[in-house]
C-alpha cells in the first residue's frame, strides 16, 4: 500500500490527467442524452426494456464469465498499447470512452426510469462501477508511464527489460482487480434488477 500511495505521489500529474479525461466523458456522454432525437430515444428505450427483461434474475456463470471477460480484454489493450511509443493518446481515447459510456447510460436510464431509474443507477452500476474506477485509471496509468520509458529508452538505448516485468507484473494485478469488480457488477445488476422489479 505504502509503494503504490510513492507510485501515485510520484506520477500524480498522469493519473490527474486520466481522472480528468475520464470525468470529461461522463460530462459528454451525459450532454449526449440530451442531444437524442425522439426516434433515437425511443429505440435506445426499447432496447433498455429489453436488457433488463433478459437480466438474469440468478447468478448465472456464462453471465458473470461475460462481464469479466469485459474487463480482461480492456486491461489487456491497454496493457498492449502501453507496449508501444505511440500508445498514449489511445490510452486516453479508451479512458475518455469508458467515462462517456459512463456518463451516458447513467443519465439516460435516470431520465427514462425517474427515481426508480435512480436507485437502479445506485444500486446496479454506480457501487461497482466506483470500485472499478480506480483500477481503469491504475492501468491506463501504468501504461502511460511505460509507454514514456519505453521513449526514453529507446533515446538513450538503455534496457527495459526490469521495468517490463515490474509493468507487467503490476498490470496483472491490477487487471484482476478489474476483472473481480465486473464480476462484482454482475451481483449488483441482478440485486438492482430484483429489488426494484424492473
Known amino acids: 500500500m505504502r509503494k503504490l500511495s510513492e507510485h501515485i505521489r510520484q506520477y500524480w500529474v498522469i493519473y490527474l490527467a486520466l481522472a480528468s479525461v475520464y470525468l470529461a466523458g461522463i460530462i459528454f456522454g451525459s450532454m449526449g442524452v440530451g442531444a437524442l432525437n425522439g426516434g433515437e430515444t425511443e429505440e ?3 432496447f433498455l426494456d429489453k436488457l433488463l427483461a ?3 434474475t440468478t447468478l448465472d456463470s456464462s453471465f458473470l464469465m461475460q462481464l469479466a471477460r469485459e474487463q480482461f480484454i480492456i ?25 462517456f459510456v459512463f456518463g451516458f447510460t447513467l443519465s439516460f436510464i435516470i431520465g427514462i426510469k425517474g427515481l426508480w431509474g ?11 462501477a466506483l470500485a472499478g474506477i480506480p ?12 509507454s514514456m520509458l519505453l521513449l526514453k529508452g529507446k533515446q538513450v538505448g ?7 516485468f515490474y509493468y507487467s507484473f503490476a498490470t496483472i494485478l491490477v487487471s484482476l482487480g478489474a476483472v473481480l469488480m465486473g464480476v462484482s457488477q454482475g451481483y449488483f445488476s441482478i440485486l438492482g434488477v430484483n429489488f426494484f422489479n424492473l
Open 44 to 46: 435506445l428505450t426499447s
Open 54 to 56: 433478459s437480466q438474469p
Open 75 to 99: 486491461m489487456a489493450g491497454i496493457w498492449l498499447l502501453g507496449l508501444t511509443v505511440i500508445g498514449t493518446p489511445l490510452i486516453f481515447l479508451i479512458v475518455f470512452t469508458r467515462g
Open 118 to 128: 435512480l436507485g437502479l443507477v445506485f444500486i446496479s452500476i454506480l457501487i461497482p
Open 135 to 146: 483500477f481503469l485509471l491504475l492501468g491506463a496509468g501504468l501504461a502511460t508511464i511505460f
Open 158 to 164: 538503455e534496457s527495459l527489460r526490469r521495468e517490463f
